[in-house]
């Protein structure tokens, strides 16, 4: 007997980057097509987002999508590669709030990328 809801049914979640120069590249070039950001198709139809080991193989897989489309996350420069981490935090929340889980959204807000760093809470003062 399958309890599990989600089973059977094919869900995937498109996760999307955000360029950084993309406002300007498509600027220059009216009556071209216009550019879309890159996607990740992220399949989570076999997880159980009623059991903790299904939420957390979905918020990392959602995670490496988004370290997929967003620029700069796989750098070796350390600026670089911390520049890129709103990119990946609005890909990965935008996606956990389409699935629309409760549980899945609070462990994603458990995660050290969304939890407020002390640098940062000072610098905001």
Request: hydrophobic share 45%; charged share 20%; proline share 6%.
């Amino acid at each position: 007997m399958v309890t599990n809801s989600v089973r059977g049914r094919r869900r995937w979640i498109s996760v999307a980057g955000l360029l950084w120069a993309f406002g300007s590249i498509g600027a220059g070039f009216t009556g071209e097509l216009e550019m879309s950001p890159p996607r990740q198709v992220v399949r989570i139809g076999d997880l159980n987002l009623n059991d903790s080991r299904g939420i957390a193989a979905a918020y990392v897989r959602l995670l490496w999508a988004a370290e997929r489309v967003c620029p700069f996350t796989d750098s070796s420069d350390h600026w670089l590669k911390v520049s890129s981490e709103p990119c990946v935090m609005r890909a990965v929340s935008q996606a956990v709030d389409t699935i629309g889980s409760p549980e899945l959204s609070a462990y994603m807000h458990a995660q050290p990328l969304f939890r407020l760093r002390p640098a940062q809470a000072t610098a905001h003062r």
